[in-house]
Structure formats: C-alpha cells, structure tokens
Nanobody, 124 residues
Framework: QVQPVESGGGLVQAGGSLRLSCAAS?????????VGWFRQAPGKERIFVAA????????YYADSVKGRFTISRDNAKNTVYLQMNSLKPEDTAVYYC????????????????WGQGTQVTVSS
C-alpha cells in the first residue's frame, strides 16, 4: 500500500506563502490514483482543497483557494505539491494528503490512504 507523508507546514503571516509536499512512501502513486489535499480547522469538518490526477493534466480546486493555491506533481520524485500563496487567517488548518482510485475527488470518504497531516497557521 502507498503511505502519503506530508511536510512543509508552519507559521506564516497573512499574505505569505508556503509549499506543502506529499511524498509517497512504501509504493509509488499509481497511474490510476488521484492525490488530494484536504484541510480541517479546529471544530470543523475536513474539507476538500485541491486534487490532481497522477496521470494526465487534470487538477481541481475548491472555490476558496482558486487563484491562490496551485497543485502540481513530480512523477520522478513521487511527490505532489501544494503551493499556497496570499495566505489568509482562514486558511489555518491541519492539511491532509490523501490518495484515491475511484469516486468523487472532493469527498474525503473516497480516499483510501491518508497522511498524518501538517499544521498550517496563518497569523493576521
């Protein structure tokens, strides 16, 4: 099985940038996989942020991050990145990377494997 491992979280001021990484451990991401980023703020549900097909060019974003976040992948490094620019305090959350093979990419219940999460804190 593939184990996603997130890194890159931290504390940043509003307007700043961070880049999160999701590396595949154990196995490579499958050609048929979709890798997604979700986030969970304290006391709230985990929600979709962005997703990318491991093959092809399709990428998807939540409306709240369109134009500010960019998801990309490096097949050679088996890693998916989430570049986050113009960060806002409301982006503060634990960010999770997940891997899925079927179902809607925006439903966390569609994902089979999850990383441990990385904290992103945006100060005002």
């Amino acid at each position: 099985q593939v184990q996603p491992v997130e890194s890159g979280g931290g504390l940043v001021q509003a307007g700043g940038s961070l880049r999160l990484s999701c590396a595949a451990s154990g196995r490579t991401f499958s050609t048929y996989a979709t890798v997604g980023w979700f986030r969970q703020a304290p006391g709230k549900e985990r929600i979709f942020v962005a997703a990318i097909r491991w093959s092809g060019l399709s990428a998807y974003y939540a409306d709240s991050v369109k134009g500010r976040f960019t998801i990309s992948r490096d097949n050679a490094k088996n890693t998916v990145y989430l570049q986050m620019n113009s960060l806002k305090p409301e982006d503060t959350a634990v960010y999770y990377c997940g891997v899925q093979y079927s179902g809607p990419y925006y439903y966390d219940s569609s994902y089979t494997y999850w990383g441990q999460g990385t904290q992103v804190t945006v100060s005002s």
